[in-house]
């Protein structure tokens, strides 16, 4: 998931800068998206020196969930019989519960997160906050978009929204949120990687050598991820086939220490 994740970010953003910006294809604009997240991926060493680009994503969240909602609310009246709902559907069950998953997905971090904290005795009140406010976000703006979009709902929902500059600002924001999500969740893979290799004892304990290792170790990860990205560039398919895989087992497995 650590790097299944950036993946999907990756795909998304192409999807929304050539939606919104164009000039270039979906498959370049994830090219460029991957060098813009491998700067400060190499730049930075821990969690703890990135942890302002995750701040970014508050914002970010909290501009698409208004649009999303006063849109959905807007709509809701003028798509009245033409759209259809239904409360249960189980044909499309297994697909949910991978998305659903998938949005959860932030149990893969939370080690390097607590070790970050300057408090990590307060991680647990912390977690618990983040997750009901995070339910309650995303319970608000399914129930509308459904709502108001029905059957013909899309993935991301702002393929749903009316074209003009709200919704194109919308997705640039969570273009970049995504954007700045990618470090924190590679560099959580990458410090994985360093550890059990030792780089310091491969570097002999020279630290500019350990350093440029490092630098190539990192360079390695986001040149994977984002080939990977382009050879299966589909966001909805891909983001339940990820969920349903590889998080929804993690998530039902019980973790008794990190």
Do not use: C
């Not at 700067?39 to 970010?60: M, N, Q, R």
Request: glycine share 6%.
């Amino acid at each position: 998931m650590l790097l299944g994740v950036p993946i999907v970010y990756l795909i998304l953003s192409g999807m929304n800068l050539e939606a919104t910006i164009g000039i270039f294809s979906m498959q370049t604009w994830i090219f460029l998206s991957g060098l813009l997240v491998l700067v400060p991926f190499v730049l930075f060493k821990t969690l703890k020196e990135i942890a302002l680009l995750s701040a970014f994503g508050v914002f970010a969240t909290v501009v698409v969930i208004i649009t999303v909602v006063l849109y959905s609310i807007h709509d809701i009246p003028s798509n009245i019989g033409l759209v259809s709902h239904k409360f249960i559907d189980a044909s499309q069950f297994a697909s949910a519960l991978g998305s659903i998953s998938f949005s959860f997905s932030g149990n893969f971090v939370y080690p390097e997160v607590e070790a970050s904290m300057a408090e990590p005795e307060n991680f647990g009140t912390v977690l618990t906050a983040s997750m009901l406010v995070i339910s309650a976000m995303y319970i608000t703006t399914a129930t509308l978009g459904y709502a108001a979009y029905g059957n013909t709902t899309d993935s991301p929902i702002l393929k749903n929204l009316p074209p003009g500059s709200v919704t194109a600002f919308a997705m640039l924001v969570i273009t970049a949120h995504v954007l700045l999500a990618i470090p924190v969740l590679v560099t959580t893979f990458s410090l994985a990687i360093e550890r059990r290799l030792d780089l310091l004892k491969i570097a002999h304990n020279d630290s500019h050598r350990e350093s440029a290792y490092r630098v190539v170790l990192r360079v390695a990860i986001v040149a994977f991820i984002v080939t990977l990205a382009l050879a299966v560039p589909f966001f909805k398919d891909f983001m339940a086939l990820l969920g349903a895989v590889a998080n929804t087992v993690s998530n039902s497995a019980r973790v008794s220490k990190f």
